[in-house]
């Protein structure tokens, strides 16, 4: 399988925790973006690299997220002391550079109690 | 503030007919534009793009027009098969950056 994968697919965690998702985007992509979705709305633009550098990240974005590329092949997003409203799909794309055209991973599903 | 408007969250449509999916958007920045078409508990695929440059872009069932004037694009889908019935995303780029997403379009296709 050559595609994006995401891990892990459901995390579960209580206000407070912190929480670490990885992504691994297709080999050749030197570009990774990570996205948020809530139920209703569309993918939500976090932060992105290219290569190890991050680009950009949002301007909503809470001091609280934090997301590396250490060696420019996987990445990592984490959450410090999650809240309820964190709960949402966190998806991870990628794609060669300068072409717009995206390839999503499945996600995963973070649920704050 | 939203810059790229799906305005209507649902289209249900008969087999076989032609389904068409609005867009539109505020930012004269924007310079690419794609559809992705998703299905539950998976990501977003990508469906077909169209540059700014154009005016129209076909593949297969599937064809997207832009209307930079009225800031407007649409996806037309002929005929409809019931395999169609996902959420459709409209999203659009500039200069190569990050993707804008629409809060989607969920299309249902009766047989």
């Known amino acids: 399988d050559t595609g994006v994968s995401q891990n892990p697919r459901h995390k579960i965690t209580k206000r407070g925790q912190n929480v670490t998702f990885r992504c691994d985007p297709i080999?050749?992509?030197?570009?990774l973006y990570w996205y948020r979705q809530t139920l209703g709305q569309g993918p939500e633009f976090l932060t992105y690299?290219?290569?190890?550098?991050?680009?950009?990240k949002s301007r909503l974005l809470s001091d609280r997220f934090s997301a590396e590329r250490p060696k420019g092949s996987f990445s990592t997003l984490e959450i410090q002391r999650t809240e309820q409203g964190d709960s949402a799909m966190y998806l991870c794309?990628?794609?060669?550079?300068?072409?717009?055209?995206?390839?999503f991973g499945s996600g995963t599903q973070l649920s704050v109690l | 503030d939203q810059q790229v408007k799906q305005n209507s969250p649902s289209l249900s449509v008969q087999e076989g007919r032609i389904s068409i999916l609005n867009c539109d958007y505020t930012?004269?920045?924007?310079?690419?534009f794609l559809w992705y078409k998703k299905y539950p508990a998976e990501g977003p695929t990508f469906l077909i793009s169209?540059?700014?440059?154009?005016d129209k872009n076909e593949d297969g069932r599937f064809t997207v027009f832009l209307n930079k004037s009225a800031k407007h694009l649409s996806l037309h889908i002929v005929p409809s098969q019931p395999g169609d019935s996902a959420v459709y995303f409209c999203?659009?780029?500039?200069?190569?950056?990050?993707?804008?997403f629409g809060d989607g379009t969920t299309l249902t296709v009766k047989p």
């Open positions: 999203a659009a780029s500039a200069q190569a950056g990050k993707s804008t």
């Open positions: 169209i540059s700014s440059i154009k």
């Open positions: 690299f290219q290569n190890e550098a991050q680009l950009e």
């Open positions: 080999s050749e992509h030197n570009r």
């Open positions: 794309a990628s794609s060669l550079q300068r072409k717009e055209k995206l390839f």
């Open positions: 930012n004269s920045m924007f310079d690419y």
